[in-house]
């Protein structure tokens, strides 16, 4: 019996593919909208706090104690909440999907919004619930029974996680208040360094156990297709962005495995602390080697960008007013 495509109801094919933590598994691969998923089920691993330990742990890298995990997610948040948050958000209802230890919710607070989050795994929901004071579901349906409704919606890398995406965002789509918006980032299924480096260490590192859905640009554009059947009233943006540097990517060809630096999820600091070594120096032969470096890494990313290979999709859903 075949079976068929999560998104545009097609048949796919299936074939073997290693993951990070070495084991093998079928995957499904849908040629028409190029989409990725696996049929098995992951909620008991997420439940069960596991997902460090397949997404980090199996891969040879430290999963970080909770205060340097919401320590570093807090600073990431920040530049979520400089890039997507304006002044019209301020004192409206924000809700992040797979929201963790609450770090950008807490962000968002302080920016002035309302926040709420979904959390799947109950010790995160906890300490987002009773530490930080600010409401925390295991899935949406609680929101929709209190019939609250978000300027905007967050997730990002959650969707890799989610089973039956299209009636995921339906639901999603009835919370959001009129001309409110959701904003999604996830992994690239068409990564440059899986598919154009064909870097081996990094295309066995890249199927993750937890994760059961990986997305394309047009996986995404199927997705939001399927949305407008029944949804006429949304516009969406749909793009990639490169996150991690040109030296990352040489870390991976010589190395053959990530660099065991938690810091920052979906990009690196390579090309800053590059230039922080000639850049501390204003002779003018660094100040040279820093534009080099600078330049090279911009044009790098640009072009990757331009493909549509960059290793994240950025996904942008607004809802538009009656």
Same mark, same amino acid.
């Given at each position: =019996?075949?079976?068929?495509?999560?998104?545009?109801?097609?048949?796919?094919?299936?074939?073997? /593919?290693?993951?990070?933590?070495?084991?093998?598994?079928? #995957?499904?691969?849908?040629?028409?909208?190029?989409? +990725?998923?696996?049929?098995? +089920?992951?909620?008991s691993l997420l439940i069960g706090d596991q997902l460090d330990?397949?997404?980090?742990?199996? @891969?040879?890298?430290?999963?970080?104690?909770?205060?340097?995990?919401?320590?570093?997610?807090?600073?990431?948040?920040?530049?979520?909440?400089?890039?997507?948050?304006?002044? +019209?958000?301020?004192? $409206?209802?924000?809700?992040? #999907?797979?929201?963790?230890?609450?770090?950008?919710?807490?962000?968002?607070?302080?920016?002035? @919004?309302?926040?709420?989050?979904?959390?799947?795994?109950?010790?995160?929901?906890?300490?987002? @619930?009773?530490?930080?004071? &600010?409401?925390?579901?295991?899935?949406?349906?609680?929101?929709?029974?209190? @019939?609250?409704?978000?300027?905007?919606?967050?997730?990002?890398?959650?969707?890799?996680?989610?089973?039956?995406? &299209?009636?995921?965002?339906?639901?999603?789509?009835?919370?959001?208040?009129?001309?409110?918006? =959701?904003?999604?980032?996830?992994?690239?299924? *068409?990564?440059?360094?899986?598919?154009?480096?064909?870097?081996?260490?990094?295309?066995?590192?890249?199927?993750d156990e937890c994760a059961i859905a990986y997305y394309s640009?047009?996986?995404? $554009?199927?997705?939001?297709?399927?949305? $407008?059947?029944?949804?006429?009233?949304?516009?969406?943006?749909?793009?990639?962005?490169?996150?991690?540097?040109?030296?990352? %990517?040489? %870390?991976?060809?010589?190395?053959?495995?990530?660099?065991?630096?938690?810091?920052?999820?979906?990009?690196?600091?390579?090309?800053?602390?590059? !230039?922080?070594?000639?850049?501390? $120096?204003? *002779?003018? &032969?660094?100040?040279?080697? /820093?534009?080099?470096?600078?330049?090279?890494?911009?044009?790098?990313?640009?072009?990757? +960008?331009?493909? *549509?290979?960059?290793?994240?999709?950025? =996904? !942008?859903?607004?809802?538009?007013?009656?």
């Amino acid at each position: =019996m075949s079976t068929l495509c999560w998104l545009c109801n097609q048949e796919t094919l299936s074939k073997s /593919v290693q993951l990070r933590s070495k084991k093998e598994a079928l #995957i499904q691969y849908c040629g028409s909208c190029h989409f +990725e998923f696996f049929s098995h +089920e992951n909620k008991s691993l997420l439940i069960g706090d596991q997902l460090d330990k397949t997404r980090l742990q199996s @891969a040879g890298l430290d999963i970080p104690k909770q205060e340097k995990d919401f320590e570093n997610g807090y600073k990431q948040s920040q530049s979520y909440i400089q890039e997507y948050l304006t002044k +019209e958000d301020i004192g $409206k209802n924000i809700l992040e #999907i797979g929201c963790s230890w609450g770090y950008f919710l807490k962000a968002v607070r302080e920016f002035g @919004a309302v926040p709420y989050g979904v959390e799947i795994n109950p010790v995160r929901a906890s300490y987002v @619930a009773e530490n930080l004071n &600010i409401r925390c579901e295991a899935d949406i349906e609680k929101y929709h029974s209190s @019939a609250i409704k978000f300027k905007k919606i967050f997730s990002f890398y959650c969707l890799e996680y989610i089973k039956n995406p &299209i009636d995921f965002f339906k639901r999603l789509f009835d919370l959001l208040e009129d001309g409110g918006e =959701m904003i999604f980032i996830t992994p690239n299924l *068409d990564d440059v360094l899986k598919d154009i480096w064909k870097n081996k260490g990094y295309q066995d590192f890249f199927y993750d156990e937890c994760a059961i859905a990986y997305y394309s640009s047009q996986a995404v $554009k199927s997705l939001v297709h399927v949305l $407008k059947k029944e949804h006429d009233d949304l516009k969406e943006t749909i793009y990639t962005q490169q996150g991690y540097s040109f030296y990352n %990517h040489l %870390h991976w060809y010589f190395n053959q495995k990530p660099i065991n630096n938690n810091s920052l999820v979906g990009g690196d600091h390579l090309s800053e602390d590059l !230039r922080q070594v000639f850049g501390a $120096k204003k *002779d003018k &032969i660094s100040l040279e080697l /820093v534009k080099i470096i600078d330049d090279f890494d911009v044009q790098y990313r640009k072009v990757i +960008e331009g493909n *549509d290979l960059g290793n994240q999709i950025i =996904m !942008r859903i607004q809802k538009n007013d009656l």
